[in-house]
């Protein structure tokens, strides 16, 4: 296992959430989309280089752009 952004896995692929750097402003927008720290999460696509992130948390599919899915720092599961 080891420690990847979210936007540096592979498409299907799952990890945990080990931590989300930002301030408060943007941990409680998480925290309200379900995305906290130690949470399985999976990525299902990446839209270009620097293009949207689509990941899947608990039964729901959310859309993040890439800044803010860089923040987000997964273990991943190979």
Sequence with gaps: M???SLTQMKGKQ???ILEI???PGLQ???MSMGIYKGRE???ISHIGLKGPVAIKV???V???GHGVAN???IESHD
């Design 58 to 60: 608990g039964r729901s």
């Design 62 to 64: 959310l859309v993040l």
């Design 21 to 23: 750097s930002g301030g």
């Design 2 to 4: 080891k420690k990847i």
């Design 28 to 30: 409680n927008k998480f």
């Design 71 to 73: 923040k987000i720092v």
């Design 14 to 16: 799952k990890g945990i």
């Design 41 to 43: 999460i999976t990525k």
